[in-house]
């Protein structure tokens, strides 16, 4: 398993923009997929976005489609998430995941390895 490590959360206005990093351990990184999920207080923890470790598909929850982007980069063991035109909506802990084998998916529950998470606020 890879550990993994969040950064960039943080407070900012509604319609601002921010840049989530996760970086990587081990050696095998460009073996995983990679994603995104939030959790808010009192609610699931909700699939945002994933990369595939291939070709780098991309794939993103209805409600980030067109204003949030991932993205890897394989040589420094690191996946981002720039996140615009943020929403209230999308206040929530952030947490950066990796599934073995390469493949997306869109349930938390297919992820082995976790970070810590990362508070992100919208104030509205």
């Known amino acids: 398993q890879v550990q993994l490590t969040e950064s960039g959360g943080g407070l900012v206005q509604a319609g601002g923009s921010l840049r989530l990093s996760c970086a990587a351990s081990?050696?095998?990184?460009?073996?995983?997929?990679m994603g995104w999920f939030r959790q808010a207080p009192g609610m699931d923890r909700e699939f945002v976005a994933a990369v595939s470790w291939g070709v780098f598909g991309t794939y993103y929850a209805d409600s980030v489609k067109g204003r949030f982007t991932i993205s890897r980069d394989n040589a420094k063991n690191t996946v981002y998430l720039q996140m615009n035109s943020l929403k209230p909506e999308d206040s929530a802990v952030y947490y950066c995941a990796a599934r073995n084998g390469g493949s997306v998916s869109r349930s938390p529950s297919d992820y082995a390895s976790w970070g810590q998470g990362t508070q992100v606020t919208v104030s509205s």
């Open positions: 081990g050696r095998t990184f460009n073996s995983y997929a």
